[in-house]
């Protein structure tokens, strides 16, 4: 593990060379290498659908895990689309003129060595190794068991890639020991690793944050929550809740907690029952939505679990500042959504409501580095510190300060 690192922290020196011109030529060559492999990746996929029926993984993990030829096309297009963003290092940030005639400038620059351990989706793959290379830190990739042989074949595409433009294939490298004993090293190994960012369920991110001495940006749990107030328009509110929910409960900005106003809850429930309905959605609800519908009755475990299924849990509240008490109390800090026409409502819960990302009047969905377009992202970070929401390139860089002088003394 140590002598893999230092060659990955060797590497992050040659990174330091290239321009964002020669940069961009690369990301392409990478896009269209993944399209051009398309049949070896969906048959090295293939072995892992395999193994995850035999391993009786969960429908949301299926789902995540499964590449086709769109799929494949999408993370090709991420590439090319981070490849299209302006370069995020070397800018001068601020400059200023201090009294003692010291010019400084604030510099963005990488942030160096980045780990990333991800469990299921072999997107990540390619979308961080871009994102991080657009940015110049080198990329060391721990994924899930589940998805091995489709993020071995993907990592390899791209390296075959660095290794045609006689760059060291080390800038971008999955970890020789994907065990739990491997991680445990990772995240210990600050003399060559400068960030850990950890996304996937609950237990790795516990894990990492207890264990790292590398700084950690942790991609948590996604407990999202979409409240539909009085003044709702209702064809609206059905069609957000609806989206935030089943479009793909898979992923960590689905809803899993629809609040609704006590004030129209007889009227908008049976009409959300009915729409959920069609969807397969199985329901649970506080005493009062139970009054109102026949459904399963939700506990505080429910309210604090991240289905990442068609499953949801309904409470009526006592208007938005109803609202405000359950997401301060179950809320992950991800992402939260009203649904009003009163902007003194909407801007009362913006305000109130301490997450990565607050909506009016949208579904929760939208929390992707592709939709605010960033290309993709290496994960949406629910810290305050030094990054938060969709982490794109911006979020993989630091500064530095630059002071020029001519003799002055202290």
Request: aromatic share 6%; charged share 25%.
């Amino acid at each position: 593990m140590e002598k893999f690192l230092e060659e990955a922290k060797s590497g992050s020196r040659v990174l330091a060379t290239i321009s964002g011109r020669e940069k961009n030529k690369i990301l392409k060559e990478m896009a269209k290498a993944l399209r051009d492999s398309t049949e070896i990746l969906k048959i090295e996929n293939a072995k892992d659908m395999s193994a995850g029926k035999e391993n009786n993984l969960s429908s949301a993990l299926m789902d995540r895990l499964f590449l086709d030829e769109n799929r494949i096309d999408s993370m090709a297009v991420a590439i090319e689309e981070i490849a299209g963003l302006k370069e995020p290092v070397g800018r001068v940030l601020d400059g200023w003129v201090t009294e003692d005639d010291l010019k400084i400038e604030k510099v963005s620059i990488p942030i160096g060595v980045i780990g990333i351990i991800y469990e299921s989706r072999p997107n990540v793959t390619s979308d961080t190794a871009a994102l991080c290379f657009k940015s110049s830190n080198v990329c060391v990739l721990k994924g899930g068991k589940e998805a091995e042989y489709s993020n071995k074949a993907i990592a390899g595409v791209l390296k075959d890639v660095l290794i045609a433009n006689d760059l060291p294939p080390s800038l971008i490298s999955l970890i020789p020991d994907s065990s739990r004993e491997g991680v445990a090293k990772l995240i210990k190994m600050d003399k060559y690793v400068d960030l850990i960012i950890p996304r996937g369920g609950a237990g790795l991110i516990k894990y990492v944050s207890e264990n790292a001495t590398v700084s950690v940006v942790k991609h948590d749990k996604g407990q999202c929550h979409t409240y539909i107030d009085k003044d709702a328009k209702l064809t609206d509110a059905i069609a957000i809740a609806i989206n935030a929910k089943v479009q793909r409960p898979g992923v960590c900005n689905a809803m899993e907690t629809l609040l609704v106003d006590n004030n129209i809850a007889s009227i908008a429930l049976p009409l959300l029952k009915t729409e959920f309905d069609k969807e397969n959605t199985q329901l649970k609800g506080c005493l009062q939505t139970k009054d109102i519908l026949d459904i399963e009755l939700a506990t505080d475990e429910d309210y604090n679990t991240e289905y990442l299924a068609n499953i949801l849990n309904i409470k009526i509240v006592d208007g938005v500042n109803g609202a405000i008490e359950h997401i301060v109390k179950f809320g992950s800090g991800h992402s939260e959504a009203i649904i009003t026409e009163n902007i003194t409502t909407a801007e009362e819960f913006l305000n109130a409501i301490d997450a990565a990302a607050v909506y009016v009047n949208a579904s929760t969905r939208f929390t992707d580095g592709s939709a605010f377009g960033f290309g993709a992202e290496v994960g949406i970070s629910t810290n305050k510190l030094h990054a938060r929401g969709p982490m794109g390139i911006e979020g993989l860089t630091t500064y530095k300060f630059k002071i020029y002088g001519n003799g002055q003394i202290r």
